[in-house]
């Protein structure tokens, strides 16, 4: 078999086997996924200009990836975006002391996902991820991963690795 073949065969079985969890995910939590926010151990060298402008496209796979998986539902942003405005203004959400959980509880969410890219080196990189409910800021999951390089594909794997381990666990729609 020709690679396209096998690529679109495989396409069509992950619908296949993906159809069932997308069709009525009403049972499923929300979870509020804040963006990616990077903490560079490098930063005294000088600034970021290899996972910066990456940050919009991680965030993007990991919420469609988190989506696709039938682990959550995904919740817009939106309409909290002031508040997530003028909150990271002052602080970092990691650090904020439950200010993760405002935007929860503006945008209704049983969860919030807390994210961060730590930035080792040039080439040490951990992709973590923090849930909270919504409600309490409880942690509920802590999860990371080690990459080696900052390049595309190294945080696509990333994500797909996260995931993957979250339904290898059931640890979703906790």
């Known amino acids: 078999m020709n690679a396209p073949l096998i690529r679109r065969l495989l396409a ?19 979870i509020a996924i804040l963006d990616f926010e990077l903490i560079d151990d490098q930063r005294e060298a000088a600034p970021d200009t290899v996972i910066t402008p990456q940050l919009p496209e991680i965030n993007r796979q990991l ?7 039938g682990l959550y539902r995904v919740v817009d942003l939106a309409p909290a975006a002031p508040l997530i405005a003028e909150l990271k203004s002052t602080q970092d959400f ?25 930035k080792v080196s040039n080439l040490g ?28 594909q190294s945080f696509a794997r990333g994500i797909r690795y996260l995931v993957r381990s979250m339904i290898d666990k059931g640890q979703g729609n906790r």
């Open 12 to 30: 069509s079985w992950l619908l296949l086997v993906a159809a069932p969890l997308a069709a009525d995910d009403s049972d499923l939590k929300t």
């Open 63 to 69: 919420r469609a990836a988190i989506a696709e998986a």
């Open 94 to 118: 990691l650090g904020c002391n439950g200010c993760s959980t405002d935007v929860a509880k503006r945008l209704g969410s049983d969860r919030v996902m807390v994210t961060w890219i730590h």
């Open 125 to 152: 990189v951990n992709l973590n991820l923090q849930i909270e409910d919504g409600r309490t800021g409880e942690r509920v999951l802590n999860k990371s991963v080690e990459l080696r390089g900052a390049d595309p």
